[in-house]
């Protein structure tokens, strides 16, 4: 299914859906005047519940720009985002770092650990912020899904890059966010280690049912994910649903990514 | 290599500021010790050279020791026969006789005009020194004329009446006059009267303190002093104005001699503390800058280009440090210049000798550059291979070696402390600075040991009871145990410092109660108001006037003299054997030596006379001022309520003392009377005297107390600048490490940490680190006043107390020193962008 971004008419009242998260018309202006570049152009998509979604996009297509908004991390030009039901050009800096918390979880590309902290803590770290008990049945299920049961009381620096990569997976999961977000989760391990995040993420969307939304530029790992969205030059240019990495690969190179 | 960096430096402005104001504080207090020392001797001399016209020569008693406290208390007087001698001397064109003692006036509503330090002094009018500027000299028995400054201040002028108290009887007198304040008395309030009338009030009937000449036109003061010399009686001296002048000028001199040395100490300790975080910093620097270095090696930097490349910065952070130091030296002398005009001591420009600027400079720049002496030795140990990726990793000796040396600098320390206050070393003082500088480098290098479960330890409760915050700044706190080690150790010098004066004083304080306590049998004791200067005694009219009241059983009065041993000065008390030890209890060896004492005899200390090899029945030439004599010792004989190691009888000091004024009065009371009625008895007396307070045993013991809480005041306060650049440098460390975690604050803030957390995150570190800084400091602290009370057991501080109670509160305030050394620092890493800071390098 190919839908075109421009066909879908403006958002006057937004009804109850059941997308974890949408950005509506979102732009984002960086600089000003004759230098500002469009970050994303006017953007609309949809992240279902219970779906694994990758963006994909050349370099400076907007693909970061997108999931840090959807994410809370940084704020639109125009337009909105949407959490559940939840507003969140509306809510205060407070309100976001509460959201972040609470809502979303976070796989970056490296650094995704606290050094001072060990795996275990660095799993729970969410719900310690947030002065909640964590669920520990859940957490014991997320760290056996990682197979991290022997590296709980390692710090960050005496684990592998791999194994960072399933500790930050896990924190992303330990508090039952509605929605995940994964900065090129894979970006910095070796192919291995990188099939093992995969593999856990989709066992966490079809197992635990949540909803992951991944930015990579490695078709390899996009073709891990229900849907592939296509951006280029901030918009949603194409959409495709269980491909395979070499389909997602052509479409790329046809992208000029 | 030059270029590079300085444009580093000038990339980092606000790094450089905060890193060259911990040694800018320091060098502050020196440049401003150094500025106010050198305005005030100059003033000095201003004085000095002003304010002796009209004087050539003046005539005096001999004496053969300096008087320490430079009052004429005990100088011996000029007999009023002496005046006529002189008169017919040829060349004199004027004689008269001066007297001068305690005179304070009262202001309009009857209180006390008492300035802050300087004396009140009443005298006979100096018919060439001083100038009238309204109304005329004091002419009557009834007339005073005053000061102008006393004058404005007080509302006073020509007519109004006027009630001014002496050791004796106050009076009241008509204004004549008001005259301009000369400046040689540097604040004092000045009544003066005819001459009569102060030999009277001033209890001198009969003499004079000195007699002034002034020389007939085309005599010199040399030749005018050798002829009026030539007909002085034996015992009596001419000295020409411009050696008296010398001489008083000497003694203020070497007064402000001391002084200055003394706030060069606490100048020195800041500076020191200064150098803990420019060791600090730079260490941090070279630290964070390791890829660079390893790059700059890479491409061909040798090792001396890279110890050139810290040690610029260093010299520049120095010279900036004593740019903003003298500027800061500049801004405190003025303040206390103009702290004390305004109470009523006018003062010169401020006076900025070149020296000042060059010993600012070099403390600067020298201790900025030999703190920054190790970071660069390690700044060259990095390998070429860190700039593309490799590690860096310290050898694995430098724990050992670390233990090795902080062991033996620690030891080394001790041991010199230990010699300088046990006396096994001919500069004890320099002895115990020394080593007190080793203990707290030798402390601060083995803390770096222990610092991380020191940090765990005291992190753990904060983190129990407040949460995630406060776990992840005691997670800090310990993750480089180094950083956090120097960081605390600059805090440790002053809080350490603070603590020692604490127990010192809180020793000294307990040590005097129990000795009172103990010792203390009169049920009253009779003291003067004031305890410096003039006015320092009680008139013995007081004693005989309470013997004559109703109520009151015994009277025992205490005098104290000085007289010199071989020239050196001494103390002695004179008390009555008989009364004495009714109000001090004594032991019974010495009541047996007090029931020997004769009038012609001395007891001596056991610790004098083992000094100087003396047994009972010996003779020694005691000087004093009216002459020397040869005294008996009749006993051994030590007091724990005096300091002094020589008692005479009364009737000794009335025969050798021209000056007869009492220095303590205890009162019993008679058989069947309450102390309240007695203390109305005593009161009624006291009427009289006004600059005489009564005390009972606890408020006797009180005012014992109260030097030594001034005291320890003043050294806290003085130390406090010490502590200030002590939360300089905590800063310093937070907002440097700060910098370096500037990805993980991002990741933190992305899941969800909020800004109040992040704040206080770094807060909690802050307050560990000060907590740290505190308990290392008290632990040096106690053991310094440990080691200093056992010292002084020998001046009777025999008790060691610990104000457990008041070491907490430290503890409690370098908390608190934490949380506001945190605020910047906190604030800044609060305001991170999340995505920029995710993205940082």
């Known amino acids: 299914m190919t839908v075109d971004a421009s066909t879908f008419p403006p958002y006057l009242h937004v009804p109850p859906s059941r997308a974890a998260a949408r950005a509506i018309d979102a732009v984002k202006l960086y600089g000003a005047g004759d230098t500002a570049v469009h970050a994303l152009d006017g953007l609309t998509v949809e992240f279902e519940r219970g779906t694994f979604t990758a963006i994909m996009g050349p370099s400076g297509s907007g693909k970061s720009t997108l999931l840090h908004c959807l994410a809370g991390l940084d704020t639109l030009t125009s337009g909105n985002i949407f959490l559940g039901d939840e507003d969140l050009g509306a809510l205060s800096e407070k309100e976001l770092t509460r959201v972040r918390r609470d809502r979303v979880g976070f796989v970056f590309q490296a650094f995704n650990l606290i050094p001072t902290l060990t795996a275990a803590e660095n799993v729970t770290l969410p719900m310690s912020l947030a002065g909640t008990k964590p669920d520990a049945e859940w957490v014991d299920r997320v760290i056996d899904a990682v197979n991290l049961r022997d590296r709980l009381s390692h710090r960050p620096n005496e684990l592998s890059g791999g194994q960072q990569q399933r500790t930050a997976a896990a924190r992303a999961l330990a508090s039952r966010p509605e929605i995940i977000f994964a900065d090129e989760p894979t970006g910095n391990l070796d192919s291995k280690s990188g099939l093992e995040i995969l593999e856990f993420m989709r066992r966490a969307v079809k197992e635990f049912g949540r909803t992951i939304v991944m930015v990579t530029h490695d078709a390899g790992a996009a073709s891990h994910a229900d849907r592939v969205v296509f951006l280029a030059d901030g918009k949603i240019v194409d959409e495709m649903l269980d491909v395979s990495a070499t389909e997602i690969f052509d479409r790329m190179k046809r992208l000029g990514g | ?841």
């Open chain 2, 1 to 841: 290599m030059w270029h590079a960096t300085l444009k580093g430096l000038l990339a980092h402005r606000w790094r450089l500021l905060r890193t060259a104001s911990a040694v800018a504080l320091g060098v502050g207090f020196l440049a401003g010790t150094l500025i106010f020392t050198d305005t005030m001797g100059k003033k000095i001399d201003d004085i000095f050279t002003t304010s002796s016209s009209g004087i050539d020569v003046q005539v005096r008693a001999k004496t053969e020791f300096t008087d320490l406290t430079g009052t004429a208390a005990n100088a011996s007087p000029v007999p009023e026969s002496v005046l006529p001698l002189v008169e017919r001397v040829e060349g004199v064109d004027r004689a008269w006789g001066s007297v001068w003692g305690y005179a304070q006036m009262l202001d309009k509503n009857g209180k006390p005009i008492q300035p802050p330090g300087p004396p009140t002094l009443g005298g006979s009018w100096e018919p060439s020194t001083i100038r009238i500027t309204t109304g005329r000299p004091p002419r009557w028995q009834n007339e005073t004329a005053i000061d102008d400054a006393t004058a404005r201040k007080y509302g006073f002028s020509v007519g109004d009446r006027i009630t001014v108290l002496f050791q004796g009887p106050s009076a009241t007198f008509l204004i004549s006059g008001i005259f301009e304040m000369p400046d040689s008395y540097m604040g004092a309030t000045i009544a003066t009267f005819s001459l009569e009338t102060a030999q009277r009030v001033l209890n001198r009937q009969g003499s004079f303190d000195a007699i002034a000449v002034r020389a007939d036109p085309g005599i010199s003061e040399t030749e005018l002093a050798r002829r009026v010399a030539a007909v002085l009686p034996l015992g009596f001296e001419a000295v020409s104005q411009t050696s008296a002048t010398s001489e008083a000028k000497q003694a203020l001199d070497e007064t402000m001699g001391i002084f200055r040395t003394a706030l060069l100490v606490f100048a020195l300790v800041a500076l020191f503390v200064g150098a803990f975080i420019i060791f600090n910093t730079f260490s941090i620097l070279v630290a964070q800058r390791t890829r660079e270095l390893g790059l700059l090696r890479a491409v061909g930097a040798s090792r001396a280009q890279i110890t050139a490349s810290v040690l610029i910065e260093a010299v520049v952070v120095g010279l900036i440090a004593s740019a903003i130091g003298i500027v800061v030296g500049l801004l405190l002398a003025y303040g206390i210049v103009a702290l004390l005009s305004s109470t009523g001591l006018s003062t010169s420009s401020l006076r900025f000798a070149p020296r000042t600027a060059a010993a600012a400079a070099l403390a600067g720049v020298l201790v900025t550059v030999v703190s920054a002496l190790m970071p660069a030795r390690r700044a060259t140990q990095v390998p070429p291979i860190v700039a593309i990726g490799g590690t860096f990793v310290e050898r694995a000796g430098s724990i050992r070696r670390r233990v090795v040396l902080g062991s033996a600098v620690t030891a080394a320390g001790v041991a010199a402390l230990l010699a300088g206050l046990f006396g096994a070393v001919g500069r004890p003082l320099v002895a115990v600075g020394v080593g007190a500088l080793c203990v707290f480098l030798g402390v601060a290098m083995l803390s770096a040991l222990i610092a991380r479960p020191l940090a765990a330890l005291v992190g753990a409760p904060f983190s129990r009871a407040f949460g995630q915050a406060a776990y992840l700044g005691r997670q800090n706190s310990m993750r480089n145990p180094r950083r956090t080690a120097s960081t605390a150790a600059a805090l440790m010098i002053g809080v350490g410092l603070v603590g020692f004066v604490t127990i010192t004083a809180a020793s000294i304080k307990e040590s005097v109660r129990k000795s009172i306590d103990e010792t203390m049998a009169a049920d009253f004791m009779l003291e003067p108001q004031s305890v410096s200067g003039y006015g320092t005694g009680v008139n013995p009219e007081l004693a005989s006037r309470l013997r004559a009241t109703p109520g009151i059983g015994l009277v025992s009065q205490v005098r104290v003299g000085q007289w010199g041993l071989d020239g050196e000065l001494q103390v002695l008390t004179a008390l009555d054997p008989l009364t004495f030890s009714k109000i001090v209890s004594l032991e019974p060896r010495w009541r047996d030596s007090l029931a020997r004492l004769s009038d012609e005899g001395v007891l001596v200390s056991p610790t004098a006379a083992e000094e100087h090899g003396w047994k009972v029945g010996d003779q020694i030439q005691m000087q004093f001022p009216s002459g020397t004599q040869s005294m008996r010792i009749d006993g051994l004989f030590e007091w724990e309520g005096s300091s002094a190691s020589y008692t005479i009888t009364l009737p000794a000091y009335e025969r050798i003392y021209p000056q007869q004024t009492d220095t303590m009065v205890g009162v019993l009371p008679e058989a069947g009377w309450t102390p309240a009625e007695v203390r109305g008895q005593i009161g009624r007396v006291l009427a009289d005297f006004p600059t005489v307070k009564l005390e009972d045993k606890q408020q006797f013991t009180a005012a014992r107390m109260k030097h030594v809480d001034t005291l320890l005041a003043f050294i806290t306060a003085l130390l406090f600048l010490s502590i200030v650049i002590a939360l300089l440098g905590i800063a310093n460390t937070l907002a440097l490490s700060i910098f370096e975690r500037t990805r993980e604050l991002g990741l933190l803030r992305a899941v969800g940490m909020s800004r109040a957390q992040l704040r206080s995150m770094v807060r909690w570190e802050a307050i560990i680190i000060g907590v740290i800084g505190a308990l290392l400091g008290l632990a040096v602290g106690v053991f310094f006043g440990w080691v200093l009370v056992r010292a002084m057991r020998d001046q009777g501080v025999t008790e060691f107390a610990f104000p457990a109670g008041r070491l907490a509160l430290y503890v409690l305030l370098a908390a608190v020193a934490g949380v506001i050394a945190s605020v910047l620092p906190a604030r800044r890493a609060a305001k991170l962008n999340i995505l920029e800071a995710i993205a940082f390098e």
